[in-house]
């Protein structure tokens, strides 16, 4: 019998390798992911789409986002990138960590 040790990284390899183990291994409060889709409903889905269903008019598709990059995610969205403004001003960092809860933490397992 195949251990578990073994078969992850076979498998993480073959989905995306460690974005897969990294939304495979962390949990997030319910209460804060549904915080983050308020939040996501009031500032982004304008753009990105409601639920994260992009009309696909050159916005990214934020159910893409690699579940690896909070980094990358929190400068995009405090700073803008490309088209899309900087919510810094408007959104405080705890916030910008909420609307991270709901991007990865509302995904399908």
């Not at 990105?48 to 400068?75: C, E, I, T, W, Y």
């Amino acid at each position: 019998m195949l251990k578990k040790w073994l078969i992850q990284p076979l498998i993480a390899g073959l989905l995306g390798g460690p974005a897969f183990l990294m939304a495979q291994d962390v949990k997030f409060d319910p209460a804060d992911v549904d915080r983050g889709k308020r939040l996501y409903t009031s500032y982004c889905a304008r753009c990105h789409g409601l639920n994260m269903v992009s009309s696909g008019a050159g916005f990214f598709d934020l159910r893409q986002f690699p579940a690896d990059d909070k980094k990358r995610f929190v400068g995009s969205v405090a700073n803008g990138i490309r088209a899309m403004p900087a919510w810094s001003s408007q959104l405080k960092p705890e916030e910008i960590d909420l609307l991270w809860t709901y991007v990865v933490g509302s995904r399908k397992k």
